[in-house]
């Protein structure tokens, strides 16, 4: 058991490069986020998949894509990355505790520069 | 989801308990209160959640308010390896509540 996983930890880009972000859990969770976290800042969501098959905007949703592939997997796709997208990026699944109610697991990471 | 708001840093002496408070006066009755940590630079970490009951578990003790508008995270003997921001977060269930926003959280400093 994996738990949430993300590919690649690091990544560099030049303005105007396309990439997509792959994000992956193996806890069969219906709901998927995606993060970013500028230096020294919390949190922002940027797009959630609440199931299979939805997708919707969170806070800062402006120059990124979305695909909810399946259950298991949500990639992140900046189609022409700007060097304010310099960030680092978290997929976050959520499921159940024992008390049945609903935690966020969260990955390690993807940090982004844009050059 | 219910705004909250949290001290932006605090520091605690390691071996002590460290009190972190948070405010959310627009939680409304379905709405749970979530605290997570994040440590230098890695993905956050789930530490506990409640309704309007006291809870503890083994990481920490969550107190909430009769009112619910405030709450305090409690860790009963911090060590230096609590150094880290904590989230407070409102959040609705399974029926709702998909979109979770964080704050900036408090950093915490546990010093020797």
């Known amino acids: 058991n994996a738990g949430v996983t993300q590919t690649p930890k690091f990544q560099v880009l030049k303005t105007g490069q396309s990439m997509t972000l792959q994000c992956a859990q193996d806890m069969n969770h219906n709901s998927m986020y995606w993060y970013r976290q500028d230096p020294g800042m919390g949190l922002r969501l940027i797009y959630y998949?609440?199931?299979?098959?939805?997708?919707d905007k969170g806070e800062v949703p402006n120059g990124y894509n979305v695909s909810r592939l399946n259950k298991r997997e949500f990639s992140l796709r900046l189609e022409s990355a700007a060097p304010s997208q310099t960030s680092v990026y978290f997929c976050?699944?959520?499921?159940?505790?024992?008390?049945?109610?609903?935690?966020?697991?969260f990955g390690p990471g993807t940090r982004l520069l844009v050059l | 989801d219910a705004k909250t708001t949290q001290p932006p840093s605090m520091d605690c002496a390691e071996g002590r308990a460290a009190n972190l408070p948070c405010n959310h006066s627009?939680?409304?009755?379905?709405?749970?209160v979530y605290w997570y940590r994040q440590i230098h630079s890695q993905g956050p970490q789930y530490i506990i959640h409640g309704l309007k009951n006291n809870e503890t578990n083994e990481m920490a003790s969550l107190i909430i308010t009769e009112d619910r508008k405030s709450s305090t995270l409690i860790l009963p003997h911090a060590t230096l390896r609590d150094t880290a921001v904590y989230y407070c977060?409102?959040?609705?269930?399974?029926?709702?509540?998909?979109?979770?926003?964080f704050g900036a959280g408090t950093r915490l400093f546990v010093k020797a």
């Open positions: 998949s609440a199931s299979e098959g939805t997708t």
């Open positions: 627009t939680i409304s009755g379905n709405e749970y």
């Open positions: 976050a699944s959520r499921g159940l505790v024992p008390q049945q109610q609903e935690t966020q697991y």
């Open positions: 977060i409102v959040r609705g269930t399974n029926t709702g509540g998909f979109k979770t926003i």
